[in-house]
């Protein structure tokens, strides 16, 4: 058996930046492989220590186990992102306490506690107790009384983003996970949801008394992406928009039973131009109805379907997964990209992750449901995933950030 391995610190809480702070280090005899694991969340990675048998999990070489030898993700992430655990939501809770422990040659030698910070269990407030027609939970700054507010806009499943909105509170925002159909008093349906809706929700959002500044952020993921570049093109009061696995064209809209023949949102009234959907290529794969909707489409419709993005008054971000097969991200986000690259005073950024799908899933969860939904393949791999889900948080952090510093 080797020498008894002693772990000297151990990550407790957060940098500002959203990643965890601190590292995990555990050092014995040179030459050996280590088994880490996460306890609670059975996962495992075995590494090599270096010449003097120490092992920082920052940068630490796998061998072996759950984890991916080449992931491009710090251990203590991975081996949150590689558990079995299949939860993909908010956790009710304050703290989360996450036991790991160290074997050398099948023996545990050491053990240690990584504390992930939550927000208080529940949001400050649930809009549909406190206005007539928004629903959706807001969670305050936490560590600070006031901060730029981010509405988080849900895709085509219908569930509020609320772990979302609770991982920007933790970061210094007031962030409202906005549910927008398939809720109380809500649309039943993706179809002609109205724009209005959202613009009342901006409004709110401003005047509420942790909110600073006078821009809001919007931040959607999927059909809530294309939302979000929509609305922020739409509305003065918007500053930075975040679009992840979105579209820069509004498409026809969705309610899980047919093709509906009119848009996803509505204006004034009247539906907003969409790309229709074609009548084949649906029963092959959603990504192939969807690649031919857009081939099919005429000059015209494709026009009058692009989201006027260089209108947004902010900085805009895309997240792409090269290999979405649910729908192809990054030709619906080429288009936008295509049209703020020929504006003048345009500011953006477009983040193409080759290998990941459409599951780019928020930092430090459990990413293996990322491959698959109700509606088919969503691409990409478990490792390049892993990767995309933490590498384009920072950015995402940096681009709301444009909207102004908190007020402590």
Do not use: C
């Amino acid at each position: 058996m080797g020498r008894r391995v002693g772990v000297e610190r151990a990550v407790s809480g957060k940098r500002r930046d959203g990643r965890p702070a601190g590292y995990l280090r555990a050092s014995g005899s040179g030459g050996r492989r280590r088994a880490v694991r996460d306890d609670d969340r059975r996962a495992t990675a075995t590494v090599e220590t270096d010449a003097e048998g120490t092992v920082n999990l920052t940068d630490a070489t796998v061998v072996d186990g759950d984890v991916p030898a080449d992931l491009d993700v710090p251990l203590s992430v991975a081996l949150i992102q590689f558990t079995e655990d299949q939860t993909f939501g908010f956790r009710k809770s304050g703290a989360d306490s996450l036991a790991y422990g160290v074997d050398v040659d099948g023996e545990e030698v050491g053990r240690t506690e990584l504390t992930r910070v939550y927000p208080p269990g529940t949001p400050a407030i649930d809009l549909q107790e406190a206005h007539e027609t928004l629903v959706g939970p807001v969670f305050e700054p936490v560590g600070r009384e006031r901060g730029p507010g981010v509405i988080v806009l849900h895709g085509s499943g219908g569930s509020p983003s609320t772990g979302i909105a609770a991982q920007l509170a933790l970061n210094g925002y007031t962030a409202l996970a906005l549910h927008y159909f398939d809720g109380p008093g809500l649309p039943q349906d993706l179809v002609e949801v109205p724009l209005e809706y959202v613009g009342t929700a901006i409004d709110w959002l401003l005047d509420y008394e942790t909110t600073t500044g006078e821009q809001a952020g919007l931040l959607g993921y999927s059909k809530g992406g294309e939302l979000s570049l929509l609305a922020g093109s739409q509305y003065e009061d918007v500053g930075a928009v975040v679009s992840i696995a979105g579209s820069g064209v509004v498409w026809a809209g969705f309610d899980g039973r047919g093709l509906p023949e009119t848009s996803s949102w509505s204006l004034d009234g009247d539906p907003v131009p969409y790309v229709p959907y074609a009548r084949d290529g649906w029963n092959e794969s959603v990504l192939q109805g969807y690649q031919n909707s857009f081939d099919e489409a005429t000059d015209e419709e494709l026009e009058a379907a692009t989201i006027p993005v260089e209108e947004i008054d902010g900085r805009v971000l895309l997240v792409t997964g090269g290999d979405d097969q649910l729908w192809d991200t990054e030709r619906f986000h080429g288009v936008a990209a295509d049209r703020l690259t020929g504006a003048d005073g345009s500011d953006f950024e477009h983040l193409v992750y080759d290998g990941a799908g459409h599951g780019i899933a928020p930092p430090y969860y459990p990413i293996r449901r990322t491959l698959d939904s109700p509606y088919g393949p969503l691409g990409g791999t478990l490792e390049a995933n892993a990767e995309a889900s933490h590498g384009h948080w920072p950015h995402v952090l940096e681009s709301l950030g444009t909207l102004g510093p908190d007020e402590g």
